[in-house]
């Protein structure tokens, strides 16, 4: 059975005589595990859908279940306890305490996390082990995304939204960060939905799928990733 599964999602936002749709019927299920990238043109509803599926928004009509959890209609107490509990969020701007080593910034997460995992493993799978003493501004942007994907994922969250994590990064750089997020989801069995334009994305995804205008226009399976499971 599906982690995600939503039905005919619909967000719209009404602006003085003009409405917007965010998101228009959108139906979708996300299997455990999964590995799931969202593309498409600025304003076609990819950030919408995560934060829907993330518990930071909610929609004007339609269903969104977590597991058997209701994310619509939930209460804040309730959404920001599946938040903490369950979601590791990356954005495109890193947020790192500036005070703090890569390892305090790290370790940070892990004393208000019910089951992390070891600081050092997690800096290890994303390629950071050399510069775990070092300050957030001694590192590249790449880095310092790099640590924001440990922080996310050091908790042990169920599920890794990442909204265009490659956002503020060139193209080279912007793929090692994506590879470190698809090493976390093999690795750790973490689902993942992440939004990016980098292209280096769609050899690394289980499934691309194209929003439009608020719809999902488009599906593509990666065969090489689905013949492994
Ligand atoms: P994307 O992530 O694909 O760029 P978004 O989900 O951010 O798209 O936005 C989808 C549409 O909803 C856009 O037309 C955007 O302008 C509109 N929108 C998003 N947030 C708001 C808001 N808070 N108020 C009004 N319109 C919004
Ligand atoms: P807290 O009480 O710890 O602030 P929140 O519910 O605000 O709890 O946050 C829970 C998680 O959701 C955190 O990982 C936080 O980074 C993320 N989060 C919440 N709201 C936003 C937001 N508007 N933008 C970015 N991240 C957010």
Not at 59 to 72: E, F, I, K, N, Y
């Amino acid at each position: 059975s599906p982690v995600f599964r939503a039905r005919k999602l619909s967000k719209t936002y009404r602006m003085g005589e003009v409405e917007v749709h965010a998101l228009r019927d959108v139906d979708l299920d996300i299997i455990e595990g999964e590995f799931v990238v969202l593309l498409g043109p600025s304003g076609s509803g990819k950030s919408t859908l995560l934060n829907i599926l993330g518990g930071l928004d909610s929609p004007t009509s339609g269903d969104a279940q977590w597991r058997d959890h209701q994310l619509v209609g939930a209460g804040d107490a309730e959404l920001t306890r599946y938040r903490r509990e369950h979601v590791g969020f990356v954005f495109q701007f890193y947020n790192l305490i500036p005070s703090l080593t890569v390892l305090e910034n790290v370790q940070l997460v892990t004393e208000i996390a019910d089951r992390p995992l070891d600081p050092l493993e997690v800096l290890k799978l994303v390629g950071l082990e050399r510069r775990i003493d070092h300050f957030p501004s001694q590192l590249s942007g790449g880095e310092q995304q790099r640590v924001a994907v440990a922080r996310a994922i050091v908790k042990s969250p169920d599920v890794l939204l990442c909204d265009e994590p490659t956002g503020a990064l060139d193209y080279e750089t912007g793929k090692v960060v994506l590879a470190a997020i698809a090493r976390a989801n093999e690795q750790l069995g973490t689902t993942t939905i992440v939004i990016t334009h980098n292209a280096a994305i769609a050899g690394m995804a289980d499934r691309v799928l194209r929003l439009g205008g608020g719809r999902i226009v488009g599906e593509t399976r990666n065969p090489r990733r689905l013949s492994a499971e």
